[in-house]
C-alpha cells in the first residue's frame, strides 16, 4: 500500500503576509492561488482595446479574413489590473511593456500597488443634512472616516486613510479596508453618520443615488436659494407677488433681492426668522435637517414672521419653494394678512416643476486616493526619486487601469482617480490591511533608460497581448494614456 503524499505548500511572496498555500487553493487575498505547484494570480490581466486610426485604415487596409487580432487593429494598453506586485519591493514591474505609438518608442510599466496609505473620497448630491463638518462616519460600528465640507449641492466624506486602516483596533482595520474595496469596486456600503440619536443612516454605491435614511434621494438642487431666485425671478414675477426660496445655506426672498429690485418688484412686507446676509438673502433660517431645502422644516410657514402690516394687501400671492422644486406650497394673504393654503395657479406649477427639471439627477461618486510608495516606485526604477521627477515633469504619465488619475501638487506620486472610470473589479486587498490597485506609468523608453529603468525586463505589447487576457474596448471620449497630449517634450525629441 503506498503511503499517501501530503501536497506540498508554496508560499506567495506577493505581499507581506507571506500565506502558505495549498495545491488546488487560494491565498488569503483571494487573488493568488497554487495551481499545480506554481504560484499564479487569479484574475486575467486586463488590456484596453482603443481603435488607432494612424496603425490601421479602417477597411481598405483591414484583409477579407482579418480575425480582429488587437495587434492588427486596435492600440492596446496593458493595464495593471489583474498584473500582480512587485512586493518585496527589490522586483522590477510585473509587466514592463514596449510598443510604438505615432513613430514614439514608448513603454508601459505596470504594477498592482499595495496601498498602505489611501482612502476615498466620496461626493454624495444632495441637500439634506446627513452630519455636521467632522462628524464620525461608521461601519460595523466602527469608525471609517468622516464628514468633511458641504460642497454647492453636495456633501463631502474622507474615508479610510492610514489612521484607520492601521491605527486603530484590528477590527477598525478590517471593517476600514473591506468598506474601502466595496465602494472602489462599486458596491454599495451601508454607513452610519454621527452618534446615536442624531445619527444618520445612508447607503453609498459609486454612480448610484444616496439611500438616505431609508429614502433614495432624487435631485441634486438647482443652486441655492439666492441663485434660484436670480435664475427664475423673470419666470415667477407675472404669475405671483412674492417667492421663498427655502435653503439651509442661503434662503431667497425675490422682492427683496437684486433680481426681484431689476425687475421692480414692489416690497411686499414679508418678514424671515433668520440672519439676514445682504438684501433678500438669508442664513440659518431653521436647523439643517432632511426636511425642505436641506433644512428641518416640513411646514415653510415657520420660517416667517408676520407681514408688516402697512406694506402688505390682503390677497397677496406667496409661492415657497425648496432647492429642488420638490417641495412647494401657494399661499394668499387673508383679511388679517395671515397666509392661507390655496391651490396653486397652473402657470405657477409649471414654474415649480421647472426648478425640477433643472436639477440634476443625485449620484455619489467614489475618487480613490493613494500614494505611490517605496515598492511601486522601485519596481518602475532602481533610483526611485528620478521616477517622481519624471511625473513632475510630464515626461512620464500615471494613469491607473487606463484611467485619467489626477496627481496632487507637491513632493510624492499622490494620485487621485474616478473609481467610475476603471474597469470593474480593478481593486483587490491583501490582510495587512491594505488596497491593491492598478497603476501604469507611460514614457518614451529614452526617458525609461535615463531614469534607471528595469530595461532587461521590457518586453514587447505582442508578446504580452499573447497571453490569456481579459480585454474590454474603449470608446474616443475615454483617457487614452498613450495620447501624445499627456506628455510634456518638445515635438522635434519625438524621435
Ligand atoms: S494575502 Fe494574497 S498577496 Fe498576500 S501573501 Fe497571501 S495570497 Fe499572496
Not at 487580432?69 to 494598453?77: A, L, N, S
Not at 476600514?176 to 453609498?204: F, P, Q, W
Not at 490569456?468 to 525629441?493: G, I, M, T, V
Request: charged letters at 25%; glycine letters at 10%.
Amino acid at each position: 500500500m503506498s503511503e499517501r503524499v501530503k501536497p506540498e505548500k508554496i508560499r506567495c511572496d506577493a505581499c507581506p503576509v507571506l500565506c502558505y498555500i495549498a495545491e488546488g487553493n487560494s491565498g488569503a487575498c483571494d487573488r493568488y492561488a497554487n495551481h499545480g505547484g506554481a504560484l499564479v494570480r487569479l484574475d486575467a490581466l486586463t488590456v484596453i482595446e482603443r481603435s488607432d486610426p494612424r496603425l490601421v485604415p479602417f477597411m481598405e487596409g483591414a484583409s477579407p479574413d482579418w480575425d480582429g487580432d488587437i495587434v492588427k487593429g486596435e492600440r492596446p494598453f496593458i493595464t495593471a489590473v489583474g498584473a500582480g506586485t512587485t512586493y518585496p519591493d527589490y522586483k522590477p514591474a510585473p509587466f514592463i511593456v514596449s510598443q510604438q505609438i505615432e513613430d514614439v518608442d514608448m513603454v508601459t510599466v505596470v504594477t498592482e500597488g499595495i496601498f498602505s496609505y489611501c482612502g476615498v473620497k466620496v461626493k454624495i448630491d444632495t441637500d439634506r443634512h446627513i452630519g455636521h463638518e467632522r462628524a464620525v462616519v461608521y461601519v460595523d460600528g466602527e469608525p471609517i472616516g468622516h464628514m468633511m465640507t458641504s460642497e454647492y449641492g453636495s456633501k463631502m466624506l474622507s474615508l479610510g486613510g492610514v489612521d484607520h486602516l492601521t491605527g486603530g483596533t484590528k477590527k477598525e482595520g478590517r471593517v476600514t479596508c473591506d468598506a474601502l474595496l466595496r465602494l472602489c469596486n462599486r458596491e454599495a456600503v451601508k454607513m452610519t453618520i454621527g452618534e446615536a440619536e442624531s445619527a444618520t443612516s445612508i447607503v453609498v454605491q459609486a454612480g448610484r443615488a444616496p439611500v438616505i435614511n431609508g429614502d433614495e434621494e432624487k435631485l441634486m438642487r438647482v443652486g441655492c436659494g439666492s441663485a434660484a431666485i436670480g435664475m427664475f425671478a423673470k419666470q415667477w414675477f407675472d404669475h405671483v407677488d412674492e417667492v421663498v426660496v427655502v435653503d439651509d445655506h442661503i434662503t431667497g426672498v425675490l422682492s427683496e433681492h437684486q433680481a426681484g429690485k431689476m425687475l421692480d418688484v414692489p416690497p411686499t412686507g414679508i418678514r424671515i426668522r433668520g440672519r439676514r446676509s445682504t438684501p433678500g438673502r438669508y442664513f440659518q433660517v431653521a436647523e439643517p435637517g432632511t426636511g425642505w431645502g436641506g433644512t428641518d422644516i416640513q411646514d415653510p410657514l415657520v420660517i416667517l414672521n408676520d407681514f408688516k402690516s402697512d406694506v402688505a394687501w390682503p390677497g397677496l400671492r406667496l409661492l415657497m419653494i425648496s432647492t429642488t422644486g420638490e417641495q412647494y406650497a401657494y399661499f394668499e394673504l387673508d383679511a388679517d394678512l395671515t397666509p392661507q393654503p390655496t391651490e396653486i395657479p397652473s402657470a405657477l406649477k409649471t414654474t415649480a416643476d421647472r426648478v425640477s427639471e433643472n436639477c440634476e439627477p443625485s449620484l455619489c461618486s467614489v475618487l480613490f486616493m493613494a500614494g505611490a510608495g517605496g515598492s511601486l516606485r522601485a519596481g518602475v526604477t532602481e533610483n526611485p526619486v528620478r521616477l517622481t521627477r519624471s511625473v513632475r515633469e510630464a515626461l512620464t504619465h500615471v494613469s491607473c487601469g487606463g484611467a485619467q488619475a489626477y496627481i496632487w501638487p507637491g513632493g510624492g506620486i499622490t494620485v487621485m482617480v474616478d473609481v467610475m472610470e476603471m474597469p470593474s473589479g480593478s481593486f483587490g486587498y491583501v490582510p495587512t490591511p491594505a488596497l491593491v490597485a492598478p497603476i501604469e506609468f507611460t514614457l518614451r523608453i529614452s526617458d525609461y533608460a535615463a531614469l534607471g529603468g528595469h530595461m532587461a525586463e521590457i518586453q514587447s505589447v505582442e508578446e504580452v497581448t499573447k497571453a490569456e487576457l481579459r480585454k474590454l474596448q474603449q470608446d474616443a471620449d475615454s483617457h487614452d494614456p498613450l495620447a501624445r497630449r499627456n506628455f510634456r517634450w518638445p515635438r522635434e525629441e519625438e524621435r
